[in-house]
């Protein structure tokens, strides 16, 4: 699923829909801003709406029952969220907020499932995205046990990158803490070492990527199967 068939749309699962189904789909969309913080859904709490961004990044975050958080995934434009809305779930087992601010469409429940019933393409097309969304969260999973923090901050600075436009990243020590799941001591101590190889410049609350391929390199085989799989069975991943 290649084609871009709904230029317009700045939502890449949006934009495959053909014509006659993204004009049925849309008259359920309600355009909504998607600041900083602000959240999707919390832990435990009813599924209202799904989102679909056109900008902005969201994370996925994993709460335990002591309060310990951790980010499991990551989505943009490329996707939607909460991913469990594509089988009618009705409570949220994680908390979704935004990470870097953007803008998008949100879709009741209600209207989801009819839209999901009725258009088989908007179906196959979340389906395919919630695929490559769980191969995203394993691989996070094989990093945390098995990859020091500074790999893994690489990593998460590519996909980031994926999802923004341009080469600054607004993200703070806290929000990269979380992110990584350590403390905010050994993010500090992960940016020098991403400094100092000059693969990014790290200022209050922004983060500079200077030199991509040398970060892919650094990272190696933490980043890149995901990604291939969203080009494989979605279309082209990031903003460009």
Not at 3 to 14: E, F, G, T, W
Not at 77 to 85: D, H, L, M, N, V
Request: with cysteine; proline share 4%; aromatic share 6%.
């Amino acid at each position: 699923m290649s084609a871009v068939l709904q230029p317009d749309i700045q939502n890449h699962l949006l934009a495959l829909l053909p014509k006659s189904e993204f004009l049925e789909i849309n008259k359920s969309l309600q355009p909504i801003e998607l600041p900083r913080g602000y959240a999707m859904v919390k832990a435990g709490a009813p599924v209202d709406h799904a989102y679909f961004p056109s900008a902005g990044v969201g994370s996925v975050i994993t709460i335990s029952s002591q309060g310990r958080r951790a980010e499991a995934g990551m989505f943009g434009r490329e996707g939607f969220s909460p991913t469990s809305a594509l089988v009618g779930g009705i409570t949220s087992v994680h908390e979704v907020v935004m990470q870097v601010e953007g803008h998008g469409h949100r879709m009741p429940m209600k209207q989801m499932s009819d839209a999901i019933a009725q258009h088989s393409v908007f179906a196959n097309v979340l389906a395919r995205f919630v695929q490559t969304f769980v191969s995203q969260i394993s691989f996070t999973a094989l990093c945390n046990v098995s990859r020091q923090i500074d790999e893994r901050l690489a990593r998460w600075l590519l996909m980031f990158h994926d999802r923004v436009g341009g080469d600054e990243i607004a993200l703070t020590h806290d929000q990269l803490s979380i992110m990584l799941g350590v403390r905010r001591p050994s993010v500090t101590t992960a940016i020098h070492i991403l400094e100092g190889q000059k693969y990014i410049r790290s200022e209050r609350g922004r983060v500079t990527i200077r030199d991509r391929r040398g970060l892919e390199e650094f990272a190696g085989d933490t980043y890149g199967a995901p990604e291939d799989e969203y080009r494989l069975l979605v279309g082209r991943l990031g903003t460009s």
